[in-house]
């Protein structure tokens, strides 16, 4: 049976082994985590263990993602790599040199795409200020990309896409919850934080699809390679932040289940979610990424977290047969 569960931990410490399950220990008690069908457990905040531990965890092939007081990610540990393909490596590595326009013409021709999916509900309810920036991705968008721009160019009409997409917020967004400007390190207000944790949900989401793929992490095409990053998650979690990070994000504001004086730390500028924000933005930013859906092509029910997956094996057919990359599109399903 393929392991799927995800736990968070949400306070201060201690992982240990007990028997052959995980025991969280704090100034609460001992708390027990079965492994049989857990993938992956999430620290959010300081947490203790020891390599006996890790050996532990490693052998039952479960990762863990660490973050610091601020939400911002720490790192990531996971199992000695299985899946290793050194002739995959090199073709991955030869695809940076001759063929990474292709493929970061194609995650931004996808990112477009699906903010243009997203908007188009706002738009349908009476949002018609929106009809511009629309029309804009459908046509503009697809002309300049068509056009074989090169890595600066490509990565400036990205920038343009995402700003664009900031600014739209004001139309369909309560005021409380309206992006002047995309401040990341650290967040400087309720929805800078919001994004800002999202999308490193997703990173590390997207961190453990690529595990179990054939891929190399290190080496990405439209996020330049650099040491200290899985610089490939980055790539490929793009084009699916519109689909779950800003849906949880737009649903949960809409609806007032985030509210900046309930779920937000006052302490902080408001710039950080408390408690009760976290575990409410991770409750539905789980149920969003697990969401069941009608795969078209392979005819059956899957999830977007499954999409992530597949959006790495096309890649790979894209490096080794040579098949067309086009990542995952919220209007098509796959």
């Known amino acids: 049976m393929a392991k799927n569960h995800t736990q968070y931990i949400f306070s201060m410490g201690e992982l240990r082994r007990k028997d052959n399950s995980i025991d969280f220990y704090n100034s609460k008690g001992h708390n027990y985590i079965p492994i049989e069908d857990l993938k992956e457990l999430y620290c959010l905040a300081e947490v203790s263990l020891n390599s006996k531990f890790l050996d532990f965890i490693a052998k039952a092939g479960i990762t863990i993602h660490f973050f610091n007081y601020h939400q911002n990610y720490s790192g990531s540990f996971y199992p000695k790599e299985q899946l290793i393909s050194g002739n995959l490596t090199i073709r991955q590595s030869m695809a940076y040199v001759d063929r990474r326009l292709i493929i970061a013409r194609a995650i931004v021709q996808g990112i477009g795409n699906n903010i243009r999916e997203v908007l188009y509900h706002y738009y349908r309810h ?147 979610l408390n408690e009760d924000g976290k575990k409410i933005f991770i409750e539905a930013f789980e149920a969003r990424i697990n969401e069941p859906f009608l795969h078209p092509t392979l005819k059956r029910k899957t999830t977007y977290k499954s999409a992530i997956k597949y959006d790495g094996y096309k890649l790979v057919k894209f490096l080794v047969e040579d098949k067309p990359f086009v990542p995952f599109s919220l209007k098509d399903k796959c």
Do not use: C, M
């Open 126 to 272: 009476d949002k018609k200020e929106l009809k511009p920036f629309l029309d804009w991705l459908n046509k503009d968008v697809k002309e300049f990309l068509a056009k074989e721009p090169d890595i600066k160019q490509i990565l400036w009409i990205e920038g343009q896409i995402w700003n664009r997409f900031y600014d739209s917020f004001k139309y369909f967004l309560p005021d409380d919850f309206i992006l002047n400007k995309r401040v990341k390190r650290p967040p400087d207000n309720p929805i800078n934080a919001l994004i800002s944790f999202g999308n490193t949900l997703l990173y590390t989401k997207t961190i453990s699809a690529i595990y179990h793929t054939h891929l190399n992490q290190s080496i990405s095409f439209l996020h330049s390679p650099r040491d200290g990053r899985f610089s490939l998650s980055l790539d490929l979690s793009e084009v699916f932040k519109p689909i779950i990070v800003f849906k949880t994000i737009f649903d949960l504001v809409n609806k007032k289940k985030l509210q900046v004086s309930k779920h937000f730390d006052k302490s902080l500028n408001y710039a950080l």
